[in-house]
């Protein structure tokens, strides 16, 4: 059951193999599946609307499944720390731009990039990063509105991570839930477009909270819309003193230079 929004998730036994040639399960809950190689796949999932958030009972399930999250959280992070990768959780609503940012970083050629990409349906991101000439793995979550540690788990491997220096966990569009789950990142990098508003830090804090790096995104668009940066700025920096903050535009190359040198600094010290 997802902390903030209450939606449904179901519960399966999670299997995987090593390089090493080790299997090993563990139970994990969430309401997605993930899409290997455009496979088709089935789930029964037993649901139920609108629970009460404020249940002792709700509340128990809700921490037993973020304890269970932090571990596997951790475990990613060790894994990618142990091959030296820098991992970022790329996190913003819908269409604020994060697949296009991940373009442009990929064509900036500096580092060889895998992605997980989580959406509800469809491998048309993954599509999209492959083409731009990274590797990527489609996550199709159903009904899930975040991505959790065991989903980017099972992402991780399908990525070749000894290949790579940087993975980007493209997580599923949604101001809201994604915040509350460590996905065993390295640094949140939460996007704001500007045809979003320059409202949405003061109406979504607990994201804005988490984020290590805001970027704004779309900038060329700001004579067009009543967006103002410096608020945005300002906003943040009251819930996150320690916030980095970039304007940008991946279409034009605005502010991308500095965003590319900002992962170099973030990669050195891995």
């Known amino acids: 059951m997802c902390k903030d929004c209450g939606c449904s998730m179901g519960n399966h036994a999670h299997v995987h193999t090593h390089a090493d040639g080790t299997t090993h399960s563990h139970p994990h809950t969430h309401d997605g599946h993930t899409d290997h190689a455009h496979d088709a796949h089935e789930h029964s999932h037993e649901t139920h609307a609108h629970p009460v958030l404020n249940e002792s009972k709700t509340i128990d399930v809700i921490e037993k499944i973020l304890s269970e999250n932090d571990k596997e959280a951790a475990h990613n992070r060790a894994h990618l720390d142990e091959k030296k990768i820098l991992c970022v959780n790329l996190m913003s609503s819908p269409g604020a731009g994060k697949t296009t940012l991940l373009e442009a970083t990929i064509k900036a050629g500096k580092f060889k990039i895998g992605v997980v990409e ?41 990525l070749p991570l000894n290949e790579l220096d940087l993975v980007f966990i493209e997580n599923v ?3 809201v839930c994604p915040a509350s789950y460590d996905v065993g990142s390295h640094f949140n990098a939460v996007l704001l477009s500007v045809p979003e508003g320059d409202d949405k830090v003061s109406k979504y804090p607990v994201m804005f909270r988490a984020a290590d790096v805001l970027l704004i995104t779309k900038a060329s ?5 009543d967006f103002d940066i410096e608020r945005v700025k300002n906003d943040a920096r009251k819930l996150n003193p320690k916030v980095d903050i970039f304007v ?12 590319i040198s900002y992962l170099e600094f973030k990669k050195e010290l891995r």
């Open 221 to 225: 668009l700001a004579p067009h819309f």
């Open 118 to 158: 989580g959406d509800l349906e469809t491998n048309q991101d993954a599509d999209r990063i492959v083409k731009a000439g990274a590797k990527a793995h489609q996550i199709s979550t159903g009904q899930t509105c975040h991505l959790d540690a065991f989903m980017v788990h099972e992402g991780l491997h399908h």
């Open 248 to 259: 940008v535009d991946s279409k034009t190359g605005e502010g991308i230079d500095k965003w």
């Open 173 to 175: 569009g949604n101001l």
